[in-house]
């Protein structure tokens, strides 16, 4: 049986987020403008693409990369994502992804509790892959922090709501 077959549609479109809210929380905890943007929307899909090309095959976060293939599984993630973030302010979008992640990790433990110590990790790495794609605080690429104050704080925030410890960076 495939793991998305013990979720309910509802469920399954709140697991597909995860990824694109896991991105979304650092991006937005210390916005970098276009060019980070950019670079950290390619660490977050770079995760995804890990998920279904390494030996994943038959976990949730495969078959969650294997959904984002899809133009379903696409719109799924971001019709959530664009209702989480509609009419907020950067801070309050990753307070908002870093709860919801919360929520969302808690019916994967429901429905498939087995998945739940490795999804959060798999969250958890998408996360640091982001908050590493870009440097912050510099101009044209010179300069500035690999990882930001706000974005390791961040880091910290969702490793603890997904695994109960901090992040290191």
């Known amino acids: 049986m495939a793991l998305k077959e013990k979720f309910t549609e509802t469920d399954w479109a709140a697991v597909l987020e995860a990824p694109m ?42 078959e969650v990369a294997e959904a984002y293939k ?14 989480l ?21 808690g019916l994967i433990k429901t429905s498939a ?16 892959r982001t908050a590493e794609a870009a440097k912050e605080g510099g101009f044209l690429g010179f300069g500035g922090e690999a990882v930001s104050e706000a974005e390791k704080k961040t880091l910290g925030d969702i490793k603890a709501a997904l695994t109960g410890g901090t992040a290191t960076v």
């Open 113 to 128: 509790p087995e998945e739940a110590p490795a999804f959060a990790e798999f969250l958890v790495e998408t996360a640091t």
């Open 21 to 62: 809210l896991a991105g979304l929380a650092i991006t937005a905890a210390d916005p970098g403008g276009l060019i980070g943007a950019v670079q950290e929307s390619a660490a977050m899909a770079g995760s995804l693409k890990d998920a279904s090309t390494e030996d994943g095959t038959g976990t949730l976060a495969a």
């Open 85 to 105: 973030v509609k009419g907020k302010k950067p801070p309050e979008i990753t307070d908002a992804a870093v709860a919801r992640l919360s929520e969302i990790l």
């Open 70 to 83: 899809t133009s379903e599984g696409r719109s799924a993630a971001m019709d959530g994502v664009k209702a």
